[in-house]
């Protein structure tokens, strides 16, 4: 078996896709965390007092030139490098068995993937504001997951592609529902994924799974 080396920051952020991904797989990998201090202001982290010298050091040492200086990255069997953490996890479906059974399977699995991207970037517009975000859980989140649910195969559930969890779940969840996920407002996402029936049922058994939750229980605690 390969073995990998996933280094990011001492945070879930960009990374955490893939964490649960090497979880659901029941996959060993090394857990590479950079440590850094960080202010907060008005309860949220304040960028502009980042001081991360150990990531600093491996930039400048060209440990990380393989992903343009900058993390993640994922190192497979001590020298292939993997930067970019779409790509890390497009990779990682395949080599994980999370990429559904078929060709087909893994491009409806990746659009599933490329949809959240599309979420995610109309959750940063809006989140700042106290209406249109409203509007967001309300309205725009819960029709955007009407079509995704539409855009999805047959199947018999409970999961979104295929008979077993994959790829297509698990971002889902790290967007939706999962602990201290990308959403800061569970239960609002809760709310406007709750009469999307297969989209709810794929939350819910990512959430039953052994592995995840396992993962959850186990990481390391942190402001993001």
């Given at each position: 078996m390969p073995t990998y080396k996933l280094t990011y920051f001492n945070v879930r952020g960009l990374a955490?896709?893939?964490?649960?991904?090497?979880?659901?797989?029941?996959?060993?990998?090394?857990?590479?965390?950079?440590?850094?201090?960080?202010?907060?202001?008005?309860?949220?982290?304040?960028?502009?007092t980042r001081k991360r010298?150990?990531?600093?050091?491996?930039?400048?040492?060209?440990?990380?030139?393989a992903a343009g200086g900058k993390v993640p990255i994922l190192t497979v069997d001590g020298s292939a490098q993997l930067g970019q953490s779409k790509a890390?996890?497009?990779?990682?479906?395949?080599?994980l068995g999370l990429a559904g059974s078929s060709d087909v399977e893994a491009a409806q699995i990746d659009a599933v993937s490329e949809t959240v991207r599309d979420l995610k970037d109309a959750y940063q517009k809006v989140?700042?504001?106290?209406?249109?975000?409203?509007?967001?859980?309300?309205?725009?989140?819960p029709a955007s997951l009407a079509l995704l649910e539409k855009s999805l195969p047959v199947g018999s559930?409970?999961?979104l592609i295929g008979s077993k969890i994959s790829y297509a779940d698990i971002v889902v969840f790290q967007f939706l529902s999962a602990p201290k996920g990308f959403i800061d407002?569970?239960?609002?996402?809760?709310a406007a994924y709750g009469g999307?029936?297969?989209?709810?049922?794929?939350?819910?058994?990512?959430?039953?799974?052994?592995?995840?939750?396992?993962?959850?229980?186990?990481?390391?605690?942190?402001?993001?």
């Open positions: 955490e896709t893939s964490r649960f991904m090497f979880a659901a797989a029941k996959q060993d990998y090394e857990d590479f965390r950079f440590n850094f201090s960080i202010d907060m202001k008005d309860g949220k982290p304040d960028f502009s010298p150990e990531f600093d050091a491996a930039k400048a040492a060209g440990e990380l030139d890390i996890e497009r990779y990682l479906a395949k080599a989140k700042e504001d106290a209406a249109t975000k409203e509007k967001f859980f309300t309205e725009d989140l559930g409970p999961f407002d569970t239960e609002k996402a809760k999307v029936e297969r989209v709810a049922a794929a939350m819910e058994a990512v959430a039953a799974n052994a592995e995840i939750q396992a993962w959850c229980a186990k990481r390391p605690d942190s402001i993001m």
